[in-house]
């Protein structure tokens, strides 16, 4: 058994543990990074990247359906599955060479592909080696989890991880989930041709604004996919042959040929062996302090196992985080009033900061609520895209609280919005921001400008044009 004690052990080379474990070796500091599975984690391998590449396919479907709109027709689009995989593999494939080990095995770092476990407070087992690091960060993010639904068990299903290795076309996919990943699969689906059904025990994209979310499920509906929410899962079972059928608490029986199981995460700790090092966890993560820290002050945990938000930009703010304290002992800690969150339908959802309820129970009725709809921008218009608005919240004194973006490009435009609760900056601010024209940024900014419209165009305003014109 050889002993390794470099200055850092990763465990994970996913997005976050690849980002600590690049800057920390870049920054004078001896690595060991521990990867079981593939390099690139989730994101690139079963998430952001293969789900994005699918979503584009599946816009282009779309466009290609409604060019008439804008005076062009198409032929009807012919959907071949098995090239859309190999279009996804390729995409994967020119983006791999970034996470690679022979890139970081080049900057000096040592990579064990192997499981890793703590045997104890301060020894990580790997294959054939113990690492006795100064400081371990664990970065092994998570699972899709598979609910307890009785006969689900019994029949085939996708996951996020499996989804994309399907060369077949769907006839009638049904999904179990009414989050951020079942929605844009979901709708990617159904633009490829396949029936959708989407069940959720709770509302629709619960979690954000639900004024937002409804419209974006009207557009769902327009589009011809079935939408269940709030509905319970009594039982799963084969539907002949084949299929698969899903049973619901009301008497419904939503029959199908593919199933999707899309309803949430678990965090992958179960082979660390997280007690033996002192560890807490829960069912949610490991237990981390806002540095980050484990209840092993050794130990970091950082993205997706650490219970935190589930976003591999998120991740790669954590790698920063544990950077700056593991390193260099600053007492960083995470931050997330301006974090954002996308979801990729179309039109898209983002949001940073608070929503609308969240700033009520906050401030109560001192809350402003600015609205814009892209009805009303000219850029949307000359896309005949015009499908949502910006939502913005505010103090009753301007102090930008939250954000939310449902339209074309939203992710985009709400780092805008971000980095303006970031600075802690007022509604004045993207008031009186000079935007291109015609872009769909120029909605946010009459948004914003909409905060002084009560007084700007007031009769006391008036009177005091009036008076001031007397004086020539």
């Known amino acids: 058994m050889s002993v390794l004690t470099p200055d850092l052990c990763v465990i994970g080379g996913g997005a976050g543990g690849l980002a600590v474990a690049a800057?920390?070796?870049?920054?004078?500091?001896?690595v060991v990074l521990i990867e079981r599975g593939a390099m690139g984690g989730e994101c690139l391998n079963a998430g952001c990247v293969p789900s994005k590449s699918l979503i584009a396919a599946a816009n282009l479907a779309r466009r290609a359906r409604g060019g008439g709109e804008l005076g062009i027709e198409f032929a009807a689009p012919v959907i071949d599955f098995a090239a859309i995989g190999a279009s996804i593999e390729r995409v994967i494939a020119r983006l791999a060479p970034h996470d690679s080990t022979e890139r970081f095995e080049g900057l000096g770092i040592i990579i064990l592909r192997a499981e890793a476990r703590f045997v104890n407070s301060y020894t990580v087992r790997a294959g054939g080696a113990d690492i006795c690091a100064?400081?371990?960060?664990?970065?092994?993010?998570?699972?899709?989890?598979?609910?307890?639904?009785?006969?689900?068990?019994?029949?085939?299903?996708?996951?996020?991880?499996?989804?994309?290795?399907?060369?077949?076309?769907?006839?009638?996919?049904?999904?179990?989930?009414?989050?951020?990943?079942?929605?844009?699969?979901?709708?990617?689906?159904?633009?490829?041709?396949a029936e959708v059904s989407i069940i959720d025990a709770q509302p629709l994209l619960w979690q954000e604004d639900p004024e937002l979310a409804a419209i974006l499920a009207e557009t769902l509906r327009a589009e011809g996919a079935r939408l269940y929410p709030s509905s319970t899962i009594t039982e799963v079972e084969r539907d002949g042959d084949s299929g698969i059928a899903v049973l619901l608490a009301n008497g419904e029986r939503i029959a199908g040929s593919h199933l999707l199981v899309a309803a949430g995460r678990r965090p992958n700790t179960a082979a660390l062996d997280l007690a033996t090092?002192?560890?807490?966890?829960?069912?949610?993560?490991?237990?981390?302090?806002?540095?980050?820290?484990?209840?092993?002050?050794?130990?970091?945990?950082?993205?997706d196992v650490a219970g935190g938000p589930h976003f591999t930009h998120a991740a790669l703010y954590h790698a920063g985080i544990v950077i700056r304290n593991a390193l260099f002992r600053l007492p960083a800690a995470v931050d997330y009033r301006a974090l954002p969150r996308v979801i990729y339908s179309d039109p898209e959802l983002a949001t940073v900061g608070l929503r609308e309820a969240t700033a009520r129970?906050?401030?109560?009725?001192?809350?402003?609520?600015?609205?814009?709809?892209?009805?009303?921008?000219?850029?949307?218009?000359?896309?005949?895209?015009?499908?949502?608005?910006?939502?913005?919240?505010?103090?009753?004194?301007?102090?930008?609280?939250?954000?939310?973006?449902?339209?074309?490009?939203?992710?985009?435009?709400?780092?805008?919005?971000?980095?303006?609760?970031?600075?802690?900056?007022?509604?004045?601010?993207?008031?009186?921001?000079?935007?291109?024209?015609?872009?769909?940024?120029?909605?946010?900014?009459?948004?914003?400008?909409?905060?002084?419209?009560?007084?700007?165009?007031?009769?006391?305003?008036?009177?005091?044009?009036?008076?001031?014109?007397?004086?020539?």
């Open 23 to 30: 800057g920390a070796v870049q920054m004078g500091a001896s």
């Open 134 to 193: 100064r400081r371990f960060v664990i970065a092994t993010g998570s699972s899709p989890a598979i609910p307890p639904i009785p006969g689900l068990n019994a029949v085939r299903y996708f996951t996020n991880e499996t989804a994309f290795a399907n060369r077949a076309s769907l006839r009638h996919l049904v999904v179990i989930g009414g989050g951020a990943v079942g929605v844009e699969l979901g709708q990617a689906y159904r633009r490829l041709g």
């Open 277 to 303: 090092a002192g560890i807490a966890s829960t069912r949610h993560g490991i237990t981390v302090d806002t540095r980050l820290r484990t209840s092993n002050r050794r130990v970091y945990a950082i993205g």
């Open 361 to 472: 129970d906050a401030y109560g009725d001192k809350i402003r609520v600015l609205r814009w709809p892209f009805t009303e921008n000219d850029r949307a218009q000359t896309e005949r895209d015009t499908a949502g608005m910006v939502k913005v919240v505010t103090s009753a004194n301007g102090r930008i609280l939250g954000a939310a973006i449902l339209g074309c490009g939203a992710g985009d435009q709400i780092v805008t919005w971000a980095l303006a609760i970031s600075r802690r900056l007022k509604i004045g601010a993207m008031a009186n921001l000079i935007m291109p024209y015609p872009t769909r940024g120029e909605a946010g900014k009459r948004a914003a400008g909409s905060f002084y419209t009560p007084t700007l165009f007031s009769p006391r305003t008036r009177r005091l044009v009036r008076l001031l014109a007397r004086f020539g």
